[in-house]
Nanobody, 118 residues
Framework: VQLQASGGGLVQTGGSLRLSCAASGRTFSGYAVGWFRQAPGKEREFVASINWGAGNTLYADSVKGRFTISRDKAKNAVYLEMDSLNPEDTAVYYC????????????WGQGTQVTVSS
C-alpha cells in the first residue's frame, strides 16, 4: 500500500486546512488510517485515526474539538479537517495505516508540511 498525503501549507492562527490521504495499490478496507505529526525537535505524535469499516474515530486531546477525521469510500481517501489552528500545530503531518486489530502502523505516507503563523 502506498500512501500519499497532501494539503499542507501556510495558514494564519485561527485558520483552517484540510489534509488528504490517498491510497494506491489497494483499498483501505480492513485498515485503520491515522494522522501523525512531528514538529521540529519533537517526537512524532498521534493526532487522529479512523476505522475504515466502522468509521469510529479517535483523537489526541490536543486536537479534540478542532480537528475532524473522515473518510470517503468512493475516493478511497481519508481527510483531516483542521480548524482553529495555532502555532503549536506547526509540524509535518503524516498519514499511516494499520490492519485493524494490530498495533503497528505499517504503511506511511511521505508527510506534508503545515505551518501556522502567529
Amino acid at each position: 500500500v502506498q500512501l500519499q498525503a497532501s494539503g499542507g501549507g501556510l495558514v494564519q492562527t485561527g485558520g483552517s486546512l484540510r489534509l488528504s490521504c490517498a491510497a494506491s495499490g489497494r483499498t483501505f478496507s480492513g485498515y485503520a488510517v491515522g494522522w501523525f505529526r512531528q514538529a521540529p525537535g519533537k517526537e512524532r505524535e498521534f493526532v487522529a485515526s479512523i476505522n475504515w469499516g466502522a468509521g469510529n474515530t479517535l483523537y489526541a486531546d490536543s486536537v479534540k474539538g478542532r480537528f475532524t477525521i473522515s473518510r470517503d469510500k468512493a475516493k478511497n481517501a481519508v481527510y483531516l479537517e483542521m480548524d482553529s489552528l495555532n502555532p503549536e500545530d506547526t509540524a509535518v503531518y503524516y498519514c499511516a495505516s494499520r490492519i485493524v486489530g494490530r498495533s503497528i502502523w505499517e504503511y506511511w505516507g511521505q508527510g506534508t508540511q503545515v505551518t501556522v503563523s502567529s
